[in-house]
């Protein structure tokens, strides 16, 4: 996965880790534009996020289009796939 317009690949452990260990830090984060696309088992969201935040004390702030890619598995969503692009002004 990727980290937040910075271009590197992260597992979804490292995500997860980042999170615990107070490296990574959302101050705030708003969601538009949603569309959400059901197809079987699987579903595509695509949205805008502009959110605050900052990861190993590099700020992140911006404006986001975002794409997840989710499959029901076991009676829920997991998602399976990530993208995140910055939106230049």
Do not use: C, H, P
């Not at 969601?31 to 805008?48: E, H, K, M, W």
């Not at 004390?57 to 289009?65: A, E, F, L, R």
């Not at 997991?78 to 002004?89: D, S």
Request: aromatic share 10%; glycine share 12%; net charge positive.
């Amino acid at each position: 996965m990727l980290a937040a317009g910075r271009g590197e690949m992260l597992t979804k452990d490292e995500i997860v880790r980042n999170f615990r260990s107070g490296a990574a830090k959302y101050q705030s984060r708003e969601i538009s534009d949603l569309n959400i696309r059901v197809y079987g088992n699987s579903a595509v969201v695509t949205g805008r996020a502009v959110q605050k935040g900052a990861e190993n004390g590099k700020d992140y702030s911006g404006d986001y289009w975002f794409t997840r890619v989710y499959v029901n598995q076991g009676g829920g969503w997991v998602t399976v796939a990530r993208q995140t692009t910055l939106i230049k002004k």
